[in-house]
């Protein structure tokens, strides 16, 4: 059975006009036989990418210790890791500068296709357009009225991410033109968004085109003061809803065999703070796969996490497209191996044959044990 919300339905009425069948029926289950066992490549704090024999290496490593999917980082920090002809236009240069003279992005998937890997396109990012530069970089410089703002009237901000304006049509436009770049142009397997996309600190929609926006659906009243008001956080989060229909849409229609990924916060901590309701994304028929970032750095946290995601929070129709993120490195921090083993011990009771790791780096200090544990 097809499964709307209220809110989605009368915002496709009142607003958007119908959404095509590509997008309106529950896409098949994608073929996630043998199950997903990924992790995500990473330009920083990592040099896998940064020359073809690192691809080269990062990619047999891999394919020796049983995974079978890499999610590589395509767009980040105002920069691409591939030669982008729509980024060129917008800011006068088409890929991180590191990569200049080369394209990380198809030698990856050369790379990877000929172990049998799959490749999905990691758009880390999303609206943020940059990272601790409090002028927004220069696509916000380029582009002021591409900015979120706050309350206080300046660029939204939350863990020294600088976001442009999810809802603005331009910036639509672009976050869309550049995801589809990638599809038309690449051999890629699936793309992927994250806590950034389709997102925005809750705390953001300040703006004026966004205020008008609100007030031309609420007879003229200002959005609430309190960014987390029910309402208010529902308008917006049903707004970026309604945007990856329309991304969704489109990536289908270009090229319909291209796997839809998302990797979300846990929920309803990613709307609250973020915006994304993922499962409601889940009941629109949006996602193909949902890799929600169950990060924990302790074992019974994880486990309840996915007892309410699996309990509460996931139709039983969809729990094959369910994988868990998992931490496995980030800054000084590694798991014990008796805490990963854990984790993926929690992941099988539960039927689940698989998960995602954060990031390439970390399979690196535990090789023998995903050897032993994914060749099994």
Request: charged share 20%; proline share 6%.
């Amino acid at each position: 059975m097809i499964r709307f919300s209220f809110w989605f339905l009368l915002t496709v009425g009142l607003i958007a006009g119908p959404i095509s069948s590509a997008v309106a029926q529950k896409a098949p289950l994608p073929n996630t036989t043998p199950a997903v066992r990924g992790v995500w490549l990473t330009n920083v704090a990592s040099d896998a990418l940064y020359s073809r024999e690192h691809i080269r290496e990062a990619v047999d490593l891999c394919s020796e210790l049983g995974f079978n999917t890499i999610f590589v980082v395509t767009w980040n920090d105002t920069y691409t890791t591939y030669p982008s002809a729509l980024l060129a236009s917008i800011t006068g240069e088409g890929i991180h500068p590191d990569f200049a003279g080369r394209d990380p992005l198809r030698e990856l998937i050369d790379a990877a296709h000929a172990k049998g890997i799959k490749v999905f396109a990691w758009f880390e990012f999303g609206f943020a357009a940059t990272m601790n530069d409090t002028t927004g970089g220069v696509i916000l410089r380029k582009h002021p009225h591409w900015a979120s703002r706050g309350q206080e009237g300046r660029i939204t901000e939350k863990n020294g991410f600088q976001w442009m304006n999810p809802f603005h049509p331009e910036v639509q436009d672009f976050i869309k033109e550049l995801v589809l770049e990638v599809v038309r142009n690449y051999d890629i397997d699936g793309i992927q968004g994250d806590d950034r996309l389709p997102a925005l600190p809750s705390n953001g929609g300040y703006d004026d085109f966004t205020v008008k926006l609100y007030q031309s659906e609420h007879s003229g009243r200002q959005p609430p003061a309190h960014y987390k008001d029910y309402e208010w956080v529902k308008w917006r989060s049903g707004k970026l809803s309604l945007f990856l229909a329309g991304l969704v849409q489109a990536v289908r229609q270009e090229k319909p065999g291209v796997v839809i990924s998302m990797a979300p916060s846990i929920y309803p901590w990613s709307e609250e703070n973020y915006l994304q309701n993922w499962p409601e994304w889940l009941n629109m028929g949006l996602v193909d796969l949902i890799i929600p970032q169950v990060y924990r750095y302790e074992l019974d946290a994880y486990e309840r996490e996915m007892d309410k995601i699996l309990g509460q929070q996931l139709h039983p129709a969809d729990k094959a497209r369910f994988y868990p993120g998992v931490l496995l490195q980030v800054n000084d921090y590694n798991p014990t191996e008796e805490l990963l083993d854990g984790f993926i011990a929690c992941n099988r009771r539960h039927g689940i044959q698989g998960e995602v790791f954060f990031f390439f780096e970390g399979i690196k200090k535990f090789q023998p044990y995903f050897k032993a544990k994914y060749h099994k």
